[in-house]
């Protein structure tokens, strides 16, 4: 027998682990939300509850505010639909750390810390899970928001687009869940960090109405504000254009102009708030360990 072929075999022994460790981890995840349903129906209904109150309510308020600040012939509905995926993206990360919490207080962690499973394949197991879900819920709010009379410019394959930008979003939002369920290791803190940082992130921002309507301190507010990056990336999807107000580009052209900022943001703090989540997830697992 070759040396080639000696050591094929443990090559691909270690993938298939990984990758199995990975799916045991998925599905894992994936059955503790089949098995709380609740959870999944509070955070598609605050969603949509959100969707159509803000189009029932604001509608002709909404349309004339943004026709003022230059959308032209853009209905509130396709307008406001990003800021619902925004938000049912924060709230499904949310419960990534609360998630996180339960394993803890169970012991359920310390089990994973000592079990020849891999660090990695857990992390990315139970994100995969999560994101999953979070996807599901994307194609979910714009079935309705089709439904109800809007369009996405784009076409289909805009439509997958604005699954990757929520996917990118809530990534740095689902990091800072879990860093903060390791530090507290307690659910309702948790969840009142999390309820804290919800709605002023979605009101101090381009969410609801464009940056230009908003006062002078908001707006200030919305240029730093994250959300504003993620709502934009995803509406310039919808309507086709640039609507990127808080950083002027024209390098690229079109949507582009909107996408190359915006996503060059998202993915800079999911590397800055990733890195900080595993870093505190590895001091408690060492902790746990000793």
Known sequence: ?????????????VENSLVGDIWVNFKRWARKAIRNPTVVFLELFMAVFSLLMF?????????????????????????????????VSMSSSLSSGLGLVEDLQTGMF????????????????????????????VFVIFGLGLAM?????????????????????????????????????????LDAVGNLLLFPLLFLSSAFLP????????????????????????RALVLGRDVLTVVEVTAFGGVSDTLVPALAVLCALDVVFGAVSVWLMGRATGSEVM
């Open 211 to 234: 940056v230009s309507s908003l006062p002078e301190a908001v707006q200030v507010v919305a240029m730093v504000n994250p959300v504003t990056y993620g709502v934009d990336a995803i």
């Open 110 to 137: 310390e089990k994973v810390t000592v079990s020849p499973m891999r660090w990695t394949a857990v992390l990315a197991g139970k994100a995969a899970a999560e994101l999953f879900r979070l996807v599901c819920y």
């Open 1 to 13: 027998m070759s040396s080639a072929g000696v050591d094929a075999g443990p090559s691909r022994s």
């Open 149 to 189: 009379g809007a369009t996405v410019e784009t076409g289909l394959v805009g439509l997958f687009g604005i699954a990757l930008v929520c996917v990118l979003f809530a990534l740095w939002y689902m990091a800072l869940s879990n860093a903060v369920a390791v530090v507290t290791r307690d659910e309702e803190t």
């Open 55 to 87: 189009t029932a309510v604001f509608g002709d308020v909404g349309t004339l505010a943004i026709e003022r600040a230059g959308f032209e012939g853009v209905g509130y509905l396709p307008f406001v639909l990003p800021a619902a995926v925004v938000q």
